[in-house]
């Protein structure tokens, strides 16, 4: 799809050291070796050394240039990232022994390589649950001091040739925040049109999702869409955004002009905000399983510096491209 080459492209022209914590899972270890392939990297694979070189010897790739392995168990930065966890975590009651075997723990040792300024950007979540992943980047990493809250979303790159003439979109948020209400729906949709510019470089159009399209049904669910999109135009009123709107009115032009008569963005969202996690997380799914999409996350934003999840049902080339996206979060450029 070319939206991933595209995004491939502009990542390799912008060095950047990227920490995966899961460095002996074998699609973990292919997508690395495509993304240096590629022009990306540096690169660091954490983890148990043997297992990893095993899987490196397997590829044929022992001594890849730009790549390093990390063992927590007998890595010189250990002692230092224990203290450092120990620091971080000391005011919720954790001990300097809690701390060392903390540091320990490939995710957060890959975490702090970020806090520390050893590395750029992580990548883990191939083996680890969302939780796990997700954890270790709000402990360690943390929220931006000017972010709302952290969220995520994915890059849906569409089938070449798909019958909407679309070819990527983002979907927010489908693997973070559980149940927003409509002050952190706003603010997810905020950052994700951020997203929309920074990665695709495409003007966002914002369709806040639900049940109902404006008002076609009345219930407290409804009211929190309205409400974050009254909280977004307050906040953003540069941000072209609509809602509530069913899937199909802000996707489908023609039933985006029946159902929502005079909007902009209906039937032209490309930026679409999920009401909680059930529907985004169930929704992306099905549009990359039964839709042919490549989903590209869970993409964190609003952290400090970057690091993002995969799913656990994640290929190589999925490695691969959310290397390429970190890379590109990690080296922000001017808008020119
Ligand atoms: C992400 C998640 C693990 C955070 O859970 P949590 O119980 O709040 O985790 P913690 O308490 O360890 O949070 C760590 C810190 O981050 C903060 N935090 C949690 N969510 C945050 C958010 N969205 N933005 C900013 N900070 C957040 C917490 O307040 C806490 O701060 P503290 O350490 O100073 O107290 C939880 O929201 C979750 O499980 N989400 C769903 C993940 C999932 O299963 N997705 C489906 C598959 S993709
Ligand atoms: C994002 C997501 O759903 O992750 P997993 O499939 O690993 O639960």
Redesign the pocket.
């Known amino acids: 799809m070319s939206v991933l080459r595209d995004l491939q492209t502009r990542a390799a022209a912008r060095p950047a050291h990227i920490v995966l914590s899961e460095g002996h899972d074998p699609r973990v270890v292919a997508g690395a070796l495509a993304a240096l392939d590629a022009g990306m990297g540096p690169i660091t694979l954490v983890g148990p050394a043997a297992e990893i070189n095993a899987q490196l010897a397997r590829a044929d790739a022992t001594g890849a240039k730009a790549l390093t392995i990390q063992d927590p168990e007998t890595s010189p930065l250990t002692e230092a990232y224990a203290a450092l966890y120990f620091e971080l975590r000391k005011h919720k009651g954790v001990s300097e022994d809690v701390a060392a075997r903390a540091a320990r723990d490939p995710l957060n040792f890959a975490a702090l390589m970020v806090r520390n300024g050893d590395a750029d950007g992580t990548v883990g979540?191939a083996v680890a649950?969302?939780s796990d992943t997700v954890r270790a980047a709000l402990q360690m990493i943390g929220k931006a001091p000017d972010a709302a809250l952290v969220s995520s979303f994915?890059l849906m790159a569409l089938p070449d040739g798909h019958p909407s003439g679309r070819s990527a979109m983002v979907f927010g948020d489908?693997?973070l925040v559980i149940d927003p209400d409509a002050g952190e729906l706003a603010a997810i949709a905020a950052q994700s049109a951020a997203s929309c510019a920074q990665l695709l470089g495409d003007a966002p159009k914002i369709g806040m999702l639900s049940f109902s399209t404006k008002g076609s049904a009345r219930h407290e669910r409804v009211t929190k869409v309205t409400d974050a999109l009254a909280i977004l135009q307050r906040d953003h009123p540069h941000l072209p955004a609509d809602g509530e709107l069913q899937f199909d009115a802000a996707f489908v032009p023609d039933v985006g002009a029946s159902k929502a008569p005079g909007s902009d963005v209906a039937g032209h969202a490309n930026v679409l905000i999920f009401p909680n996690l059930d529907a985004g997380?169930i929704g992306?799914?099905i549009a990359q399983r039964i839709g042919g999409c490549d989903a590209i996350?869970?993409v964190l934003q609003g952290l400090a510096r970057p690091a993002n999840?995969?799913?656990?049902?994640c290929t190589a080339q999925d490695v691969t491209n959310i290397i390429a996206v970190t890379t590109l979060q990690a080296t922000p450029q001017e808008p020119s």
């Open positions: 979540g649950t969302t994915f489908c693997g997380n992306y799914k996350g869970p999840d995969l799913s656990r049902g």
